[in-house]
């Protein structure tokens, strides 16, 4: 079957979702009978393109990768023709909507009314973004269960590591009674350094920055907040709570000194920041902070800037998966990934 799709926001992901689609079209055809055909793109600062035929995907490539914004694509009108992401949605012909715009944590916007808008206009929608997941999960559910469609977010948490597809098949019949995991690469990082080479946080710090793991204002990561955002998502999705960014118990890595680490690692134990979703009757609660764990933990054992996720359930008892938890071609199998799982639910 092949499904035409939208794109909101051409940036790593959205790239890294094209890059895909051009290097396995075949395999994709072949073995899981998809194909995508890119219909629309709108981004803020790569411009727009409406194309309801379909777009060479290689030359959409080639434009970004040159530093030109896609008014240069080939048969495009120019700057005037310029579509925001409302419009696209309302003018194109796309199935699917690929929502990949940056995250807002607090408001959820603009993504949240680009969501509403495609699922209100018969789209699927699929998307990257941690602001509506945290935010309006199960409003947007409900909205695309009432207009029989499907609203996917496998890379809101641990980028293409696959949480939310590994909960709804793998792990299938299953109650899930509690989640905890390394949800932050940036911190795992930090904490890996400090605990391998010795180096105080400030130092292990200054290197993520330099290596592109953390940002220049790093409190998203070092605070907690990025973490607290994917365990609001995780406890809503897979535990069926109603929390907010704000109900998360929060605590960051700032006061974990090298000290601390080096003693942990006498006693046989390591420093991980964890995030943690539990169910107890009706209630759902969730927090972040760092704890020394045992080296028997699979948790203890992540190292470096990857991710993990241990799933407590009642007929398998606890269940770990490991990947990374960001990166462009990996957060663009994410969006691939759950196009798929739309394709099988429809080839049906």
């Known amino acids: 079957m092949e499904y ?14 094209l890059e895909i689609l051009v290097k396995k079209a075949e395999e994709l055809r072949e073995r899981n009978g998809f194909e995508a055909r890119i219909v629309a793109v ?48 309302e003018k194109s012909n796309a199935d699917i909507i690929a929502e990949l715009t940056y995250t807002d944590i607090k408001t959820g916007e603009p993504a949240t009314g680009y969501i509403k808008k495609a699922l209100r206009t018969g789209k699927h929608v699929v998307t990257s973004n941690k602001g509506p997941a945290a935010l309006h999960y199960q409003e947007l559910k409900k909205m695309a269960q009432a207009n029989r469609l499907q609203f996917r977010i496998e890379g809101t948490v ?26 932050n690469g940036t911190t795992n990082f930090i904490l890996t350094k400090m605990e391998v080479d010795g180096m105080d946080y400030a130092d292990a710090l200054k290197l993520a920055q330099k290596l592109g ?14 973490a607290a955002g994917k365990i609001v998502i995780l406890s809503n999705v897979l535990l069926g709570g109603s929390i907010a960014p704000a109900d998360v118990r929060r ?37 972040v902070a760092p704890q020394r764990l045992p080296l028997s933990d699979p948790l203890a054992g992540v190292m470096g800037a990857q991710n993990a996720l241990t799933f407590d359930t009642d007929l398998l008892g606890k269940v770990t998966i490991q990947g990374p938890g960001a990166g462009k071609i990996e957060t663009g199998f994410s969006i691939l990934s759950d196009l798929l799982a739309i394709h099988r639910t429809l080839a049906k």
């Open 4 to 17: 035409k799709i939208g794109l909101i926001g051409c940036g790593t992901v959205g790239q890294g979702l």
């Open 42 to 89: 709108s981004d803020k600062l790569k411009g727009s393109v409406l194309a309801p035929d379909g777009l060479d995907i290689s030359k959409v490539l080639e434009i970004l990768g040159a530093g030109k914004t896609l008014d240069a694509y080939p048969g495009g009108s120019g700057p005037s023709a310029a579509v925001d992401p409302l419009d696209m949605i």
């Open 158 to 183: 641990m980028s293409g590591t696959p949480v939310f597809h590994l909960a709804e098949t793998g792990l299938a019949g299953n109650e899930i009674r509690e989640v905890q995991g390394i949800l």
């Open 213 to 226: 793991y953390a940002e220049a204002d790093p409190t998203a990561d070092v605070e907690g907040f990025d």
């Open 251 to 287: 605590e960051g890595i700032g006061s974990i000194t090298k000290a601390m680490v080096l003693d942990a690692k006498a006693q046989g134990h390591r420093y991980k920041l964890i995030a943690r979703a539990k169910k107890d009757g009706g209630k759902v609660t969730a927090s």
